[in-house]
């Protein structure tokens, strides 16, 4: 990819160049026992300098992982929590992810069926860069594919996806439903579920059993960045911020959790914040973001067009498969049983390829309480028979957390694939 650009005079952008630096950022994990000791804990981290690395905001039910600016470790010390560092410099891991180098078209030639060039997955792109290639690949399929929005962001940047169908036709069958980086920091989950729709339409073309039945049998609508200017913000200004960018007035913080904004027990308490300068901020009003409106109005459409056979909402990190429900961990769906055992085939066919353990399980029970999260909504509002989210590699901060060097890529989207592929021939 470096030498694609430098040969047409391309300048690479420098995550190292982003306006905030995380040079010398410890990333530690703090052990609480229970929501008593969560609270303790959160207090006691007032007036530090530091961010939050939790897949869902501050803490999990193991603890908190946060990275400690180097101005603030000495007073983290002297709090005496129980802790361990598990990075030792977030700078340097957001250094290994490369450079960002434009996306130039990579098109094996310019007939149809010719898919972009697979080294596309080499390195992480900026945006612009994702909506060039979804082009490219609805331009290998230009029967069975378009590209679509869904609406528009904050900022006015379009949330685009493609929208590809089999033998019966656009839109004629039941919906599988992709969105990724509503976390904008998380940024393994866009090529990998980019890697995904490649291989369905490979697989296809190619006349596999799988993606042709699956293909045949269900209209899939993908959108791989559905928070454009919380993900163009990482990229340029900093890499770990996670929520879009809406200003509000009288608000002294930006942004608000497109994922606990859905309108559905959007106010349920412990499941977000009300506080604006929350990385779970849920908003004024449940659904009050412009990309939940699109992506709520989109998800609804086609549920009611034909209806919604799997929903995901990909995320990292954590190596998990949940399931409804997040904002309670006493509610059940009502074929649990049913998506346990999909879930658990998933998680077998995935580490199957390299050998990496997914827990799944309910949401709320697995990992955390959510409210106003995007899979409950799906289920019981736009009446999915599966609505998951998943928390990609890696397991934990001690192995990068949100920054992971490239070449974790293709391999996510190998071990991924695998278990979709599962999950269909399951269908």
Same mark, same amino acid.
């Given at each position: ?22 040079? %010398? ?37 193991? %603890? ?15 709090? %005496? ?20 180098? =434009? ?12 898919? =972009? ?93 799988? =993606? ?132 658990? %085939? ?41 609505a998951w989210a998943f928390e990609l590699r890696p397991q934990g901060g001690g192995s990068g957390g949100f920054a992971i ?23």
């Amino acid at each position: 990819m470096k030498a694609v650009a430098a040969a047409l005079g391309l300048i690479a952008l420098p995550l190292a160049a982003a306006k905030v630096s995380y040079k %010398g950022y410890q990333a530690i994990h703090i052990d609480t026992a229970d929501d008593l000791a969560h609270q303790g804990v959160a207090k006691a981290l007032k007036g530090l300098n530091y961010v939050n690395l939790g897949c869902g905001g501050e803490s999990d039910h193991s %603890g908190f992982d946060i990275a400690v600016a180097p101005d603030s470790l000495s007073a983290f010390k002297k709090l %005496g929590l129980e802790s361990k560092i598990v990075r030792e410099d977030i700078g340097a891991d957001i250094d290994a992810e490369g450079d960002i180098t =434009p996306y130039v078209s990579m098109r094996k030639d310019n007939g149809s069926g010719a898919l =972009p060039d697979i080294a596309y997955f080499d390195s992480y792109h900026d945006f612009e860069g994702h909506l060039q290639f979804l082009k490219d690949l609805s331009a290998a399929f230009p029967d069975n594919s378009e590209i679509f929005s869904a609406g528009d962001s904050v900022e006015g940047r379009p949330l685009q996806g493609i929208h590809i169908w089999g033998s019966g036709g656009a839109g004629s069958k039941p919906a599988i439903i992709w969105h990724a980086t509503v976390h904008a920091r998380e940024w393994i989950t866009a090529p990998t579920v980019e890697y995904m729709a490649y291989k369905l339409i490979e697989g296809y073309q190619n006349g596999d059993e799988t =993606p042709k039945a699956t293909l045949d049998n269900y209209d899939f609508y993908i959108i791989p960045v559905v928070n454009p200017d919380g993900f163009v913000y990482t990229q340029t200004e900093d890499r770990m911020w996670r929520k879009n960018r809406q200003e509000r007035d009288g608000a002294r913080c930006v942004g608000t959790d497109v994922n606990r904004n859905w309108p559905h027990k959007w106010d349920v308490d412990g499941g977000s914040s009300p506080d604006p300068c929350a990385e779970t901020y849920r908003g004024e009003e449940p659904g009050d973001t412009p990309e939940n409106a699109a992506l709520r109005n989109h998800t609804q459409a086609v549920g009611e067009a034909n209806g919604i056979k799997f929903y995901v909402d990909w995320h990292s990190f954590s190596q998990l498969i949940l399931l409804p429900y997040g904002y309670s961990c006493s509610a059940e769906a009502d074929n649990i049983d049913q998506q346990m055992k999909l879930a658990g %085939g998933v998680a077998e066919a995935i580490k199957g390829v390299n050998g990496l353990n997914f827990a799944y399980g309910p949401t709320c029970e697995t990992i955390y309480q959510t409210a106003g999260g995007s899979n409950d909504w799906v289920f019981d509002i736009a009446g999915a028979e599966l609505a998951w989210a998943f928390e990609l590699r890696p397991q934990g901060g001690g192995s990068g957390g949100f920054a992971i060097p490239p070449d974790n890529i293709v391999p996510s989207g190998e071990e991924n694939w695998a278990g979709m592929l599962n999950l269909f021939a399951a269908f």
